[in-house]
């Protein structure tokens, strides 16, 4: 029956290798033996496998006193506690690997990769219950106000980098700035749902998950670009954020601008906003320098220029965003976050300048 | 209990003595509102008396009213959130300032309502590299106003618990000013959880064991002081001027006699992960000595306490629990009456339960007989020995006999090396020259022969009580002894220097994970997807299917075999398969056979192939619908040796063992999953190659060794040469071999990356207009980057490898082969001896030189064993 069954299947399988020489029924070759007996016959019961392979050191209860006479006394599972991490990764690397300097020997080559699994929940369930973050409570929103959030933030292209140092402002409209802390460039924007604190899930420390779709990002060459010089020697000079402040609707970041040396000659304000262009709010930043012990001046911006009338000089960046400098403010440089200036940015733009004053 | 104390203490003459901890500490728990977790990294009060708590989520926390009646009720409102991280904090003239990652933050309330709108950036000069063992913790503030700060160590490459040191700074401990400015203060620390300052500015830190690190320690600071971690000395000045980077394995120069002691070295069993601690200054409200301490501890859920005293210009001292059964306790704070809140936290470390918030404790009213203090004593002439003085609460009973049967005392030291902690070493059980009560009961001396310098002691004393009968609720004591009161000075270390174990080996090396990243990439298939199965409960001859990435199943349209894109001959395949009901499937192994898949267990596990047919020698499958393991081990035939299906594991269990087959065809060729008969799921595809090609042709080595001159570096990362291997480290970089006019050549190195690392090897290397350019063969486990291990860059052109073939820190064998043709040039990509990979590229590079890089920062890449065949 048993064969039959096993020809039967073959001879449906037009994939599996051809009996080349059938074999006769029941005549099966000689390595082969009787159907084991039910002693074999194994699932993977955690609990078993680590009676099995734990308990002699760890103990039946987990409380880590086993039989063996260790040098140093193995862990009790029932207190928690693990140096390298109570997840299921971290419990599964000792398990593999074991854990050097001690009595715990790597089961890598012994155990399969679910039985691994399955000792590294079953002790797991031996300590006490740990905070456990459940999907979407690492989720932060920006409700009625800004939200300005420090941490990691993944590469957002290929030739990227990580910035572990990244400074995230959140809008309740869904737009997402995305800034290096230290030199207060501005890398993407986005728009949607705001971070997931993915790090909340394990030990801390990992990426923050950025949630919106990417709607702007730097190019390689204004990813490094420093928006304020010194006016005399023309060095570069560094914007390092000191300062975050919520004001109302926006959001304001101060500024030290400091040369190679790390020394500060002056500072300034990154104004986040956004300018109302036929009821789309269009992302508008706001960059004002200004030197104390030396004289700053903005660098050029390479890009195709524009003298838009007589008090404004536009730029259409290479990032497709459009560049505004003030001839009463040289200072200050206006990004606006369009692809090109139109006539009713034009006339918005024009409209919020009339209405400052 | 506490209140019958109370009460009995109220109207009876003699006072009531606790007989437990719980009778002498009661604990108060925080009821926290929904959404408020409080994983505590910090905590301080405003001069109000509200209490402000930071946390490990990036959050700070309002409590108010925290001396209250009602403290589990109390207020909580949210000040704060968006921190990247938040274990330290500090209150000072009501400004409230909190330790990220990142940088030393003020936080601040300009508007008024109660919720924090402007961040101030105190202080930020130190790195982060990423890695997530970098924690920054803090942060107490001198009298002069300086904040005191420690970095963690990253962990990483080569072995995982080994401490890095990839950013400035990480493994020390930092003095901010108030002006901003940061002062690398003292070095080799680990992972310095604890940061104190006590009211002599004397600053204390803790430390949590691991490499180098024996048990948990607590230090005394001092300027310039290296605590023996080594790899943070990758920062010092003489390690930056000559290049020198510390070793993984062996100790610095500063070993012997360049380390700073710990003033107490906590017992591992009373401290696995130690917190922060507190020097009592209540005048006694919380039962302990002005100026003794409270330390935290996370795993065994408790508070110790701690005294120290200065012996021969050396802090020391003793240690001892306090209340235990608490929770996580991560942070400790006291209030000027002499509560101690405790914050909680474990997440990803494991500890005691509760797992977070906040907890109150408080002395009652209860007497309690307990530790008092303990000092080194002199040298005695009488007995001619060291010993020690315990102090007691209250006098001992008059019934208990100070005897060398009750009160033992063990001496012990630790190592110092690489690996994770130490056990106790020299474990004595020490003579006791003398042991007696002083004339009032309240002071116990023990003394011996053999209490000598750079060891710890610990004292047990049996069966002592009050008069009253209340039980010595702690009757066992840790001493730390790094000098004696008297005598030469030792230059030893309770932590010595000892000949470091090996290292060990990988379980991961050599291993294709075929369907790992891009589950699809390394096979020819059709109607094969990638999903989450499970076994549909109204049908079990069918799966259900959902959106996920946890199975490769045949659910397609006229599915085909899954066949592997590269050809292998002798191997290890790892693979874990799921059938229905009435399904067959089947691995087929190269020219060998095919290992059949039947959900029944009689039949699991057979093989056909080549006129040879064998059942499986044990019922090992489990049930359909339930994933199962399998592990097959063969030989592909060669002219001179028959084919072998060594061994098969079915759910762990050998089901077929040693089977030849005389007739199977020769050469290497793919390996085919298949379904015969319905629908069968497949995951986590591995296979080991157990063979490598031949070696023919004329190989040329590169010996680094003996050329590192000639090697040229370009960029921003470094390489430097240790034990034969090259070590690259980010940011974006390149490192040139001696090597030029490479035509039509095969080169060949052992190449491993770190978790988040990009590297790659260029062949026919050349200077271009973004770096050195050429065919860049990538190395890349786990950079979230299309390009995994195995892909090519040219220019423009590019072939990827979406799967992650090659785990992370894990050595693999990369062979790279590039030859000119009528099409253009060819590059063929081998891992561990398997086509991954091939590109045809039509402007074929000139020939040129070869040439290594790095991505970015945190990336560790080393390559061995770079040999090249023209």
């Given at each position: 029956m048993?064969?039959?069954?096993?020809l039967?299947?073959?001879?449906?399988?037009?994939?599996?290798v051809?009996?080349?020489?059938?074999?006769?029924?029941?005549?099966?070759?000689a390595?082969?033996?009787?159907?084991?007996?039910?002693?074999?016959?194994?699932?993977?019961?955690?609990?078993?496998l680590?009676?099995?392979?734990c308990?002699?050191?760890?103990?039946?209860?987990?409380?880590?006193?086993?039989?063996?006479e260790?040098?140093?006394p193995?862990?009790?599972?029932?207190?928690?506690?693990?140096?390298?991490?109570?997840?299921?990764?971290?419990?599964?690397?000792?398990?593999?690997?074991?854990?050097?300097?001690?009595?715990?020997?790597?089961?890598?080559?012994?155990?399969?990769?679910?039985?691994?699994?399955?000792?590294?929940?079953?002790?797991?369930?031996?300590?006490?219950?740990?905070?456990?973050?459940?999907?979407?409570?690492?989720?932060?929103?920006?409700?009625?106000?800004?939200?300005?959030?420090?941490?990691?933030?993944?590469?957002?292209?290929?030739?990227?980098?990580?910035?572990?140092?990244?400074?995230?402002?959140?809008?309740?409209?869904?737009?997402?700035?995305?800034?290096?802390?230290?030199?207060?460039?501005?890398?993407?924007?986005?728009?949607?749902?705001?971070?997931?604190?993915?790090?909340?899930?394990?030990?801390?420390?990992?990426?923050?998950?950025?949630?919106?779709?990417?709607?702007?990002?730097?190019?390689?060459?204004?990813?490094?670009?420093?928006?304020?010089?010194?006016?005399?020697s023309?060095?570069?000079?560094?914007?390092?954020?000191?300062?975050?402040?919520?004001?109302?609707?926006?959001?304001w970041?101060?500024?030290?601008?400091?040369?190679?040396?790390?020394t500060?000659?002056?500072?300034?304000?990154?104004?986040?906003?956004?300018?109302?262009?036929?009821?789309?709010?269009?992302?508008?930043?706001?960059?004002?320098?200004?030197?104390e012990?030396?004289?700053?001046?903005?660098?050029?911006?390479?890009?195709?220029?524009?003298?838009?009338?007589?008090?404004?000089?536009?730029?259409?960046?290479?990032?497709?965003?459009?560049?505004?400098?003030?001839?009463?403010?040289?200072?200050?440089?206006?990004?606006l976050?369009?692809?090109?200036?139109?006539?009713?940015?034009?006339?918005?733009?024009?409209?919020?300048?009339?209405?400052?004053? | 209990?506490?209140?019958?104390?109370?009460?009995?203490?109220?109207?009876?003459?003699?006072?009531?003595?606790?007989?437990?901890?719980?009778?002498?500490?009661?604990?108060?728990?925080?009821?926290?509102?929904?959404?408020c977790?409080?994983?505590?990294?910090?905590?301080?009060?405003?001069?109000?008396?509200?209490?402000?708590?930071?946390?490990?989520?990036?959050?700070?926390?309002?409590?108010?009213?925290?001396?209250?009646?009602?403290?589990?009720?109390?207020?909580?409102?949210?000040?704060?959130?968006?921190?990247?991280?938040?274990?330290?904090?500090?209150?000072?003239?009501?400004?409230?300032?909190?330790?990220?990652?990142?940088?030393?933050s003020?936080?601040?309330?300009?508007?008024?309502?109660?919720?924090?709108?402007?961040?101030?950036?105190?202080?930020?000069?130190?790195?982060?590299?990423?890695?997530?063992?970098?924690?920054?913790?803090?942060?107490?503030?001198?009298?002069?106003?300086?904040?005191?700060m420690?970095?963690?160590?990253?962990?990483?490459?080569?072995?995982?618990?080994?401490?890095?040191?990839?950013a400035?700074?990480?493994?020390?401990?930092?003095?901010?000013?108030?002006?901003?400015?940061?002062?690398?203060?003292?070095?080799?620390?680990?992972?310095?959880?604890?940061?104190?300052?006590?009211?002599?500015?004397?600053?204390?830190?803790?430390?949590?064991?691991?490499?180098?690190?024996?048990?948990?320690?607590?230090?005394?600071?001092?300027?310039?002081?290296?605590?023996?971690?080594?790899?943070?000395?990758?920062?010092?000045?003489?390690?930056?001027?000559?290049?020198?980077?510390a070793?993984?394995?062996?100790?610095?120069?500063?070993?012997?006699?360049?380390?700073?002691?710990?003033?107490?070295?906590?017992?591992?069993?009373?401290?696995?992960?130690?917190?922060?601690?507190?020097?009592?200054?209540?005048?006694?409200?919380?039962?302990l000595?002005?100026?003794?301490?409270?330390?935290?501890?996370?795993?065994n859920?408790?508070?110790?306490?701690?005294?120290?005293?200065?012996?021969?210009?050396?802090?020391?001292g003793?240690?001892?629990?306090?209340?235990?059964?608490?929770?996580?306790?991560?942070?400790?704070?006291?209030?000027?009456?002499?509560?101690?809140?405790?914050?909680?936290?474990?997440?990803?470390?494991?500890?005691?339960?509760?797992?977070?918030?906040?907890?109150?404790?408080?002395?009652?009213?209860?007497?309690?007989?307990?530790?008092?203090?303990?000092?080194?004593?002199?040298?005695?002439?009488?007995?001619?020995?060291?010993?020690?003085?315990?102090?007691?609460?209250?006098?001992?009973?008059?019934?208990?006999?100070?005897?060398?049967?009750?009160?033992?005392?063990?001496?012990?030291?630790?190592?110092?090396?690489?690996?994770?902690?130490?056990?106790?070493?020299?474990?004595?059980?020490?003579?006791?020259?003398?042991?007696?009560?002083?004339?009032?009961?309240?002071?116990?001396?023990?003394?011996?022969?053999?209490?000598?310098?750079?060891?710890?002691?610990?004292?047990?004393?049996?069966?002592?009580?009050?008069?009253?009968?209340?039980?010595l609720?702690?009757?066992?004591?840790?001493?730390?002894?790094?000098q004696?009161?008297?005598?030469?000075?030792?230059?030893?270390?309770?932590?010595?220097?000892?000949?470091?174990?090996?290292?060990?080996?990988?379980?991961?090396?050599?291993?294709?994970?075929?369907?790992?990243?891009d589950?699809?990439?390394?096979?020819?298939?059709?109607?094969?997807?990638?999903?989450?199965?499970?076994?549909?409960?109204?049908?079990?001859?069918?799966?259900?299917?959902?959106?996920?990435?946890?199975?490769?199943?045949?659910?397609?349209?006229?599915?085909?075999?899954?066949?592997?894109?590269?050809?292998?001959?002798?191997?290890?395949?790892h693979?874990?398969?799921?059938?229905?009901?009435?399904?067959?499937?089947?691995?087929?192994?190269?020219?060998?056979?095919?290992?059949?898949?039947?959900?029944?267990?009689?039949?699991?596990?057979?093989?056909?192939?080549?006129?040879?047919?064998?059942?499986?020698?044990?019922?090992?499958?489990?049930?359909?619908?339930?994933?199962?393991p399998?592990?097959?081990?063969?030989?592909?035939?060669?002219?001179?040796?028959?084919?072998?299906?060594?061994?098969?594991e079915?759910?762990?269990?050998?089901?077929?063992?040693?089977?030849?087959?005389?007739?199977?065809?020769?050469?290497?060729?793919?390996?085919?999953?298949?379904?015969?008969?319905?629908?069968?799921?497949?995951?986590?595809?591995?296979?080991?190659?157990?063979?490598?090609?031949?070696?023919?042709?004329?190989?040329?080595?590169?010996?680094?060794?003996?050329?590192?001159?000639?090697?040229?570096?370009?960029g921003d990362?470094?390489?430097?040469?240790?034990?034969?291997?090259?070590i690259?480290?980010?940011?974006?970089?390149?490192l040139?071999?001696?090597?030029?006019?490479?035509?039509?050549?095969?080169?060949?190195?052992?190449?491993?990356?770190?978790?988040?690392?990009?590297?790659?090897?260029?062949?026919?290397?050349?200077?271009?207009?973004?770096?050195?350019?050429?065919?860049?063969?990538?190395?890349?486990?786990?950079f979230?980057?299309?390009?995994?291990?195995?892909?090519?860059?040219?220019?423009?052109?590019?072939?990827?490898?979406?799967?992650?073939?090659?785990?992370?820190?894990?050595?693999?064998?990369?062979?790279?082969?590039?030859?000119?043709?009528?099409?253009?040039?060819?590059?063929t990509?081998?891992?561990?001896?398997?086509?991954?990979?091939?590109?045809?590229?039509?402007?074929?590079?000139?020939?040129?030189?070869l040439?290594?890089?790095?991505d970015?920062?945190?990336?560790?890449?080393?390559?061995?064993?770079?040999?090249?065949?023209?």
């Amino acid at each position: 029956m048993t064969l039959k069954r096993l020809l039967l299947a073959a001879s449906a399988a037009a994939t599996l290798v051809a009996l080349a020489q059938p074999k006769g029924a029941g005549e099966l070759p000689a390595r082969d033996q009787a159907p084991s007996t039910p002693e074999t016959a194994l699932t993977l019961d955690d609990k078993a496998l680590y009676m099995e392979h734990c308990a002699s050191c760890h103990g039946e209860s987990g409380d880590g006193k086993g039989n063996e006479e260790l040098e140093r006394p193995a862990r009790s599972f029932l207190l928690g506690g693990y140096s390298y991490g109570n997840t299921q990764k971290a419990v599964r690397r000792s398990v593999i690997h074991g854990i050097p300097g001690t009595p715990m020997p790597a089961f890598g080559a012994t155990l399969g990769t679910d039985e691994i699994n399955a000792v590294a929940d079953y002790v797991i369930s031996l300590g006490p219950p740990g905070t456990i973050v459940q999907p979407g409570e690492s989720v932060l929103v920006v409700e009625d106000r800004p939200v300005v959030v420090k941490g990691m933030m993944p590469a957002y292209e290929q030739g990227a980098f990580r910035e572990p140092r990244s400074l995230i402002v959140g809008f309740p409209s869904g737009t997402t700035f995305q800034f290096r802390a230290e030199d207060s460039r501005l890398l993407t924007v986005r728009q949607g749902e705001f971070l997931d604190r993915r790090d909340w899930g394990g030990r801390g420390g990992s990426e923050l998950q950025p949630l919106g779709t990417l709607t702007w990002k730097a190019s390689r060459a204004s990813r490094d670009f420093t928006e304020f010089v010194d006016a005399e020697s023309g060095q570069g000079l560094r914007r390092k954020v000191r300062r975050t402040e919520i004001k109302g609707d926006d959001v304001w970041l101060h500024f030290d601008l400091l040369d190679e040396g790390g020394t500060r000659v002056g500072g300034g304000q990154e104004f986040l906003s956004f300018l109302m262009v036929n009821d789309i709010p269009v992302p508008m930043r706001a960059i004002l320098g200004s030197g104390e012990s030396r004289a700053v001046k903005l660098r050029e911006l390479p890009g195709r220029e524009s003298r838009a009338n007589d008090s404004v000089d536009v730029t259409t960046t290479s990032d497709g965003l459009v560049a505004c400098v003030l001839d009463d403010a040289p200072n200050m440089r206006i990004y606006l976050h369009a692809p090109a200036w139109t006539p009713s940015l034009a006339a918005a733009f024009d409209a919020s300048l009339r209405k400052k004053d | 209990m506490i209140t019958l104390a109370i009460c009995s203490a109220l109207f009876a003459q003699d006072p009531v003595f606790a007989a437990s901890e719980a009778d002498a500490y009661t604990l108060e728990y925080l009821k926290t509102p929904d959404g408020c977790v409080l994983e505590v990294g910090g905590m301080d009060f405003l001069s109000d008396g509200r209490l402000v708590v930071s946390t490990r989520r990036g959050q700070v926390w309002i409590v108010e009213d925290a001396l209250g009646t009602d403290f589990e009720n109390a207020k909580v409102t949210l000040f704060h959130e968006g921190l990247w991280e938040g274990l330290g904090l500090n209150v000072k003239n009501d400004e409230i300032h909190v330790i990220q990652r990142g940088e030393i933050s003020k936080l601040l309330d300009t508007d008024g309502d109660g919720r924090c709108d402007v961040i101030e950036t105190v202080a930020s000069d130190w790195g982060v590299s990423g890695h997530y063992h970098e924690f920054a913790f803090g942060l107490p503030r001198d009298s002069e106003g300086n904040w005191w700060m420690g970095l963690n160590v990253s962990f990483g490459d080569p072995e995982w618990w080994h401490g890095r040191s990839t950013a400035p700074y990480r493994g020390w401990v930092l003095r901010v000013s108030p002006d901003g400015t940061v002062t690398p203060w003292a070095s080799g620390v680990r992972s310095p959880n604890g940061v104190a300052v006590d009211s002599q500015d004397r600053v204390f830190v803790t430390d949590n064991q691991g490499d180098w690190v024996a048990s948990s320690p607590i230090y005394h600071i001092q300027k310039d002081g290296f605590y023996g971690h080594p790899k943070s000395l990758n920062w010092t000045e003489d390690y930056r001027s000559t290049g020198k980077l510390a070793h993984d394995e062996i100790p610095p120069a500063q070993a012997a006699t360049g380390r700073t002691t710990p003033a107490i070295w906590i017992p591992y069993q009373w401290s696995r992960s130690t917190g922060n601690l507190l020097e009592d200054r209540s005048g006694g409200a919380f039962g302990l000595e002005d100026g003794q301490f409270v330390v935290a501890e996370l795993t065994n859920g408790m508070i110790l306490r701690a005294g120290f005293e200065e012996v021969q210009g050396q802090l020391q001292g003793w240690v001892a629990p306090l209340r235990q059964e608490i929770g996580s306790v991560n942070r400790v704070l006291q209030a000027p009456d002499g509560t101690v809140f405790c914050g909680l936290t474990n997440r990803g470390w494991g500890g005691r339960a509760p797992a977070d918030g906040l907890v109150r404790v408080r002395r009652t009213a209860a007497e309690a007989m307990d530790l008092a203090g303990m000092t080194l004593l002199d040298f005695d002439e009488e007995t001619e020995s060291f010993g020690f003085e315990i102090a007691f609460t209250h006098p001992v009973h008059a019934d208990w006999a100070p005897t060398a049967e009750r009160v033992k005392m063990i001496s012990y030291d630790y190592d110092y090396w690489w690996e994770y902690g130490s056990p106790e070493r020299h474990v004595t059980e020490l003579e006791l020259t003398d042991v007696q009560l002083s004339e009032d009961r309240t002071r116990l001396t023990v003394r011996s022969f053999d209490i000598f310098p750079a060891t710890c002691v610990r004292i047990t004393m049996d069966g002592i009580q009050a008069s009253s009968g209340a039980p010595l609720l702690h009757p066992e004591v840790s001493y730390t002894i790094n000098q004696l009161p008297s005598g030469a000075l030792t230059n030893a270390y309770v932590s010595k220097v000892v000949p470091p174990p090996p290292s060990r080996g990988e379980t991961d090396a050599g291993v294709l994970r075929l369907s790992w990243g891009d589950a699809l990439g390394q096979f020819e298939a059709a109607g094969w997807e990638l999903v989450d199965a499970s076994l549909d409960p109204e049908d079990g001859q069918r799966f259900k299917t959902s959106v996920g990435n946890g199975a490769l199943v045949n659910i397609g349209a006229d599915a085909t075999d899954l066949v592997t894109r590269g050809s292998f001959g002798d191997a290890h395949v790892h693979v874990e398969f799921m059938l229905p009901e009435d399904s067959t499937s089947g691995v087929k192994l190269g020219n060998l056979g095919s290992l059949n898949l039947f959900p029944d267990a009689e039949l699991c596990g057979s093989f056909m192939g080549n006129g040879v047919a064998v059942g499986p020698t044990a019922k090992a499958f489990g049930e359909a619908g339930a994933w199962c393991p399998l592990d097959i081990y063969y030989r592909a035939a060669t002219e001179e040796s028959p084919g072998f299906l060594d061994r098969v594991e079915l759910n762990g269990v050998t089901v077929i063992e040693g089977l030849e087959v005389p007739n199977a065809g020769t050469g290497r060729a793919p390996i085919r999953f298949v379904g015969t008969k319905g629908a069968v799921a497949f995951r986590n595809i591995q296979v080991k190659p157990l063979d490598r090609p031949a070696d023919a042709g004329e190989w040329e080595f590169l010996d680094a060794g003996a050329s590192w001159d000639d090697w040229e570096l370009v960029g921003d990362c470094n390489f430097e040469l240790e034990n034969e291997e090259l070590i690259g480290k980010g940011a974006l970089g390149w490192l040139w071999a001696p090597v030029e006019d490479l035509g039509d050549a095969t080169v060949r190195a052992r190449v491993k990356i770190n978790a988040n690392g990009a590297g790659a090897l260029i062949v026919r290397a050349a200077d271009g207009d973004d770096g050195v350019e050429g065919y860049e063969v990538r190395v890349n486990a786990s950079f979230p980057d299309a390009a995994m291990t195995g892909s090519v860059r040219a220019g423009e052109t590019s072939a990827e490898v979406g799967s992650e073939l090659i785990a992370a820190d894990t050595w693999a064998d990369l062979e790279v082969d590039v030859r000119d043709g009528e099409q253009g040039t060819t590059v063929t990509v081998y891992l561990n001896g398997v086509l991954v990979n091939q590109m045809v590229h039509a402007d074929g590079f000139e020939p040129g030189g070869l040439a290594l890089r790095c991505d970015h920062d945190g990336t560790v890449f080393k390559i061995q064993n770079i040999r090249v065949r023209r």
